[in-house]
């Protein structure tokens, strides 16, 4: 069966630090996001990507960046980490259009 | 920017009885959709509404679109413990494919 699976599931890491999320799909899906989720936020856009090479920013895109350089990954990397970047991320991924996104299981991140 | 408002943030129903959810947008919406998290998991897709005025049935729960296309609401009847869990709200706007997320009810059950 398709997925999209993210690594690795919990991190936890140190300020000042370059890490990077992975978010991997087999569903062959051309759009991918990255979310982040905190509490009384609900889910909210960092990047997307509508294909390989294309890439967008979203509301909170400061401090993150994302590549795409084929159809199934959509990496997403914190620069230089903050204690505000503690977060847990979704990647999502859909066929297009306004079709359903599919979730994956997440990644809790901890900066210390 | 876009922003949808989802109210109330929680909701702590009684096993058996009825609640709503209401989702607003700042913006006329091309399609809206809804996601449930159950707790530690991640979103799933619930249904999405696109007519104006649009009603759709799930078992027990019963979605609705505005008739402007700036609002929705899910209705869950007969609540049971397995309704446990944050509904979310998602609106994208004409032309555009992203989501706008609501902030989420997070629902808990008194058995």
Redesign the interface.
Known sequence: DAEITQSPRHKITETGRQVTLACHQTWNHN?M?W?RQDL??????IH?S?GVQDTNK??VSDGYSVSRSNTEDLPLTLESAASSQTSVY?C?SNS???Q???????TRLSIL | ?QQVM?IP?YQHVQEGEDFTTYCNSSTTL??I?WYKQRPG?????LI?LVKSGEVKKQKRLTFQFGEAKKNSSLHITATQTTDVGTY?C?G?VPND????????TTVTVRA
């Not at chain 1, 009384?40 to 856009?45: F, I, K, M, S």
């Not at chain 1, 359903?100 to 997440?106: E, L, N, S, Y």
């Not at chain 2, 998991?41 to 897709?45: A, E, I, L, R, T």
């Not at chain 2, 494919?97 to 989420?104: M, N, P, V």
């Open positions: 759009n996001f979310y009384g936020h609900g889910l909210r856009l997307y509508y979203g509301e979704f999502a297009g259009g306004n359903p996104q599919h979730f994956g299981d997440g | 920017g989802q943030q091309s399609n959709q998991g991640h979103p799933v897709f999405q979310f998602a994208a494919y992203k989501l706008s997320f609501g902030a989420g």
